[in-house]
């Protein structure tokens, strides 16, 4: 196996599935992550414990691009839970909010996509480094799918907007 793993990175790799699946879960039953249910709360949850999990891991023997994506990811969620307090953004709260906490889910597997493909499968693994072709290629296509679901998800907003004025 060209990339062996190790068990703390067999345990983190497990934990991350939880959110992996929740966030799924989430996106296909409310079209969003939504924090009040429970799929939305196992996302979240569930991302903090990835997070720090991921702290214990390093190829490099240090902090790496891998962990970075972890706070940025943790601190969009955090944005996606606090912005629907801010009286003073409006009609956009909806909006960042749901951003916030798909733009943690797209950052989320951003690792994960380029882990996965430089590990699976075990015998000849798809990709040999982050900047193989492969990676990139699915990285970019991984990056139109959250520009295109962000507007899904946008485009719903305003329409329960736009019901809830007409009602």
């Known amino acids: 196996m060209p990339n062996p793993i190790s068990f703390l990175g067999a345990i983190h790799t497990v934990i991350s599935l939880v959110p992996v699946f929740a966030g799924i879960v989430s996106f296909a039953r409310y079209r969003e992550i939504d924090p009040a249910a429970g799929a939305g709360k196992l996302y979240l949850a569930g991302l ?6 991921s702290f214990g891991l390093s190829s490099t023997g240090g902090f790496n691009p891998g962990h970075a994506l972890g706070i940025l990811s943790l601190l969009a ?14 009609r956009l709260r909806p909006y960042l909010s749901a951003f916030g906490l798909s733009f943690s889910f797209f950052l989320l597997m951003v690792p994960g996509i380029s882990e996965t493909l430089r590990r699976l499968p ?5 990709a040999d480094g982050p900047q193989s072709p ?15 679901g962000f507007a899904l998800q946008a485009w719903l907003i305003r329409s329960r907007r736009a019901g809830a004025v007409r009602s």
Not at 48 to 53: D, F, N, P
Not at 77 to 90: D, E
Not at 122 to 126: N, R, V, W
Not at 137 to 148: D, Y
């Open 48 to 53: 903090l414990v990835s997070v720090l999990t």
């Open 77 to 90: 969620a955090f944005g996606g839970l606090l912005v629907p307090r801010l009286s003073f953004l409006g």
């Open 122 to 126: 075990a015998s000849h693994p798809l």
């Open 134 to 148: 492969v990676v990139l290629g699915t990285l970019l296509a991984w990056l139109v799918t959250f520009i295109v």
